[in-house]
Protein backbone atom coordinates (compact mmCIF):
# COMPACT_ATOMS: atom_id res chain seq x y z
CA UNK A 1 0.00 0.00 0.00
CA UNK A 2 1.72 3.34 -1.02
CA UNK A 3 1.07 6.59 1.14
CA UNK A 4 -0.40 9.39 -0.81
CA UNK A 5 2.33 11.94 0.62
CA UNK A 6 5.54 11.35 1.92
CA UNK A 7 6.68 10.93 5.12
CA UNK A 8 10.14 12.96 4.42
CA UNK A 9 8.49 15.70 3.28
CA UNK A 10 8.31 18.63 5.17
CA UNK A 11 4.72 19.54 6.89
CA UNK A 12 3.02 22.89 5.59
CA UNK A 13 4.33 25.52 7.81
CA UNK A 14 1.28 26.20 10.56
CA UNK A 15 2.21 29.42 11.13
CA UNK A 16 1.99 31.83 7.98
CA UNK A 17 4.92 34.11 7.76
CA UNK A 18 4.68 38.40 7.27
CA UNK A 19 6.72 40.35 5.87
CA UNK A 20 7.33 43.98 7.18
CA UNK A 21 10.14 46.23 6.05
CA UNK A 22 12.07 45.66 8.94
CA UNK A 23 10.72 42.47 10.27
CA UNK A 24 10.05 39.06 9.84
CA UNK A 25 6.67 37.35 11.81
CA UNK A 26 7.19 33.64 11.92
CA UNK A 27 6.27 31.19 14.02
CA UNK A 28 8.03 30.30 17.72
CA UNK A 29 10.78 28.66 17.43
CA UNK A 30 12.43 27.20 20.65
CA UNK A 31 15.40 29.10 19.90
CA UNK A 32 13.17 31.97 20.61
CA UNK A 33 13.53 31.13 24.47
CA UNK A 34 16.93 32.62 25.25
CA UNK A 35 15.57 36.38 24.03
CA UNK A 36 11.71 35.06 25.28
CA UNK A 37 12.99 34.43 28.85
CA UNK A 38 15.77 37.91 28.99
CA UNK A 39 13.06 40.46 27.56
CA UNK A 40 9.95 38.97 30.33
CA UNK A 41 12.84 39.86 33.41
CA UNK A 42 13.22 43.88 32.40
CA UNK A 43 11.28 45.58 34.55
CA UNK A 44 10.68 48.25 31.91
CA UNK A 45 8.59 45.02 30.24
CA UNK A 46 6.41 43.56 32.03
CA UNK A 47 5.82 46.60 34.17
CA UNK A 48 2.37 46.70 32.69
CA UNK A 49 1.95 42.66 32.22
CA UNK A 50 1.12 41.98 35.59
CA UNK A 51 3.84 43.81 37.23
CA UNK A 52 6.24 40.69 37.81
CA UNK A 53 8.71 39.21 36.08
CA UNK A 54 8.19 35.95 33.97
CA UNK A 55 10.36 32.52 34.84
CA UNK A 56 11.95 30.82 31.58
CA UNK A 57 9.20 27.96 32.47
CA UNK A 58 6.22 30.47 32.02
CA UNK A 59 7.84 31.75 28.69
CA UNK A 60 8.39 28.71 27.31
CA UNK A 61 4.72 27.81 28.39
CA UNK A 62 3.66 30.65 26.14
CA UNK A 63 5.31 29.72 23.37
CA UNK A 64 3.73 26.34 23.37
CA UNK A 65 0.46 28.26 23.69
CA UNK A 66 1.31 30.12 20.95
CA UNK A 67 1.66 27.06 18.90
CA UNK A 68 -1.35 25.82 20.34
CA UNK A 69 -3.40 28.32 19.36
CA UNK A 70 -2.67 27.67 15.67
CA UNK A 71 -3.35 24.25 15.90
CA UNK A 72 -6.26 24.66 17.38
CA UNK A 73 -8.04 27.80 16.43
CA UNK A 74 -6.43 28.58 13.23
CA UNK A 75 -5.07 31.44 14.31
CA UNK A 76 -2.30 32.34 17.17
CA UNK A 77 1.22 34.55 17.94
CA UNK A 78 4.01 35.22 15.88
CA UNK A 79 7.51 35.74 16.92
CA UNK A 80 8.61 38.64 15.41
CA UNK A 81 12.12 39.08 14.15
CA UNK A 82 14.30 42.10 13.57
CA UNK A 83 15.67 41.14 10.44
CA UNK A 84 19.01 43.54 10.34
CA UNK A 85 19.98 41.16 13.44
CA UNK A 86 18.40 37.87 13.03
CA UNK A 87 17.17 38.33 16.80
CA UNK A 88 13.53 37.47 18.55
CA UNK A 89 12.17 40.93 19.62
CA UNK A 90 8.66 39.87 20.75
CA UNK A 91 5.74 38.43 20.14
CA UNK A 92 2.67 39.70 18.17
CA UNK A 93 -0.90 38.22 17.41
CA UNK A 94 -3.96 36.61 18.66
CA UNK A 95 -5.56 33.93 21.27
CA UNK A 96 -8.67 32.76 22.78
CA UNK A 97 -7.60 32.26 26.52
CA UNK A 98 -10.99 32.03 28.34
CA UNK A 99 -10.15 34.45 30.69
CA UNK A 100 -12.40 34.59 33.49
CA UNK A 101 -13.33 38.47 32.88
CA UNK A 102 -16.97 40.43 32.26
CA UNK A 103 -17.51 41.64 30.32
CA UNK A 104 -16.18 38.28 28.52
CA UNK A 105 -13.87 38.02 25.52
CA UNK A 106 -14.29 34.06 24.75
CA UNK A 107 -14.91 33.30 21.53
CA UNK A 108 -13.39 36.31 20.31
CA UNK A 109 -9.84 36.89 19.23
CA UNK A 110 -7.61 39.05 21.18
CA UNK A 111 -4.84 41.11 20.03
CA UNK A 112 -1.79 41.22 22.09
CA UNK A 113 1.63 42.64 21.15
CA UNK A 114 4.76 43.29 23.17
CA UNK A 115 8.31 44.36 22.15
CA UNK A 116 11.62 44.76 23.46
CA UNK A 117 12.05 47.63 25.67
CA UNK A 118 15.07 48.46 23.46
CA UNK A 119 13.57 48.49 20.54
CA UNK A 120 10.43 50.83 21.79
CA UNK A 121 10.06 54.15 19.41
CA UNK A 122 11.33 52.76 16.04
CA UNK A 123 8.38 51.76 14.58
CA UNK A 124 8.22 48.08 14.99
CA UNK A 125 5.21 47.83 16.66
CA UNK A 126 3.38 49.39 14.10
CA UNK A 127 4.50 47.44 11.80
CA UNK A 128 3.88 44.29 13.00
CA UNK A 129 0.43 45.12 14.30
CA UNK A 130 -0.19 46.25 10.61
CA UNK A 131 0.93 43.16 9.65
CA UNK A 132 -0.98 40.73 12.14
CA UNK A 133 -4.33 42.93 11.62
CA UNK A 134 -4.06 42.51 7.57
CA UNK A 135 -3.71 38.88 8.36
CA UNK A 136 -6.52 39.11 10.79
CA UNK A 137 -8.93 40.80 7.89
CA UNK A 138 -8.57 38.31 5.52
CA UNK A 139 -8.26 35.22 7.42
CA UNK A 140 -10.59 35.42 10.78
CA UNK A 141 -14.37 34.55 10.68
CA UNK A 142 -15.28 36.77 13.50
CA UNK A 143 -16.80 40.56 13.08
CA UNK A 144 -14.16 41.78 15.11
CA UNK A 145 -11.15 41.44 17.44
CA UNK A 146 -10.57 42.90 20.90
CA UNK A 147 -7.57 43.41 23.26
CA UNK A 148 -6.97 44.72 27.05
CA UNK A 149 -4.13 46.80 28.12
CA UNK A 150 -3.48 48.42 31.45
CA UNK A 151 -5.11 52.01 31.86
CA UNK A 152 -1.51 52.98 32.37
CA UNK A 153 0.34 51.62 29.24
CA UNK A 154 -0.27 54.81 27.08
CA UNK A 155 2.13 53.93 24.60
CA UNK A 156 0.17 50.73 23.60
CA UNK A 157 -2.90 52.83 24.26
CA UNK A 158 -1.87 55.15 21.31
CA UNK A 159 -1.40 51.97 19.39
CA UNK A 160 -4.33 50.72 19.55
CA UNK A 161 -6.22 53.65 18.91
CA UNK A 162 -4.05 54.44 16.02
CA UNK A 163 -5.28 50.85 14.13
CA UNK A 164 -8.75 51.43 14.99
CA UNK A 165 -9.42 49.88 18.78
CA UNK A 166 -11.80 51.49 20.53
CA UNK A 167 -12.49 51.46 24.39
CA UNK A 168 -15.88 49.69 24.92
CA UNK A 169 -15.80 48.74 28.79
CA UNK A 170 -13.05 48.98 31.49
CA UNK A 171 -13.07 45.70 34.20
CA UNK A 172 -10.63 44.15 36.86
CA UNK A 173 -8.36 41.31 36.07
CA UNK A 174 -6.49 39.62 38.75
CA UNK A 175 -7.57 42.73 40.71
CA UNK A 176 -5.87 45.36 38.64
CA UNK A 177 -8.18 47.92 36.59
CA UNK A 178 -7.63 47.26 32.94
CA UNK A 179 -9.67 48.66 29.74
CA UNK A 180 -10.96 46.43 27.49
CA UNK A 181 -10.86 47.74 23.54
CA UNK A 182 -12.53 46.31 20.06
CA UNK A 183 -12.08 47.07 16.71
CA UNK A 184 -14.49 46.43 13.98
CA UNK A 185 -13.43 44.04 11.04
CA UNK A 186 -13.29 47.14 8.06
CA UNK A 187 -15.99 47.22 5.72
CA UNK A 188 -14.84 46.80 2.07
Given at each position: MSLPF????????LVPVLDTPDLLLRGPRPTDLHEGAAMHQDPEFY?????????????????LSHM?????LGYGSWSIEEKATGRFVGTVGFFDV???????????????WVLAPRLHGRGYASQALQAALAWADEHLPTPRTTC????????????ANKF???????????????????????VE
Amino acid sequence: MSLPFSLLSAPAPLVPVLDTPDLLLRGPRPTDLHEGAAMHQDPEFYRFLGGKPHSEEDVWRRMLSHMGHWGMLGYGSWSIEEKATGRFVGTVGFFDVQRDLTPSLKGTPEAGWVLAPRLHGRGYASQALQAALAWADEHLPTPRTTCIIDPGNTASLHLANKFGYQEFARAMYHGEEIVLLERPRPVE
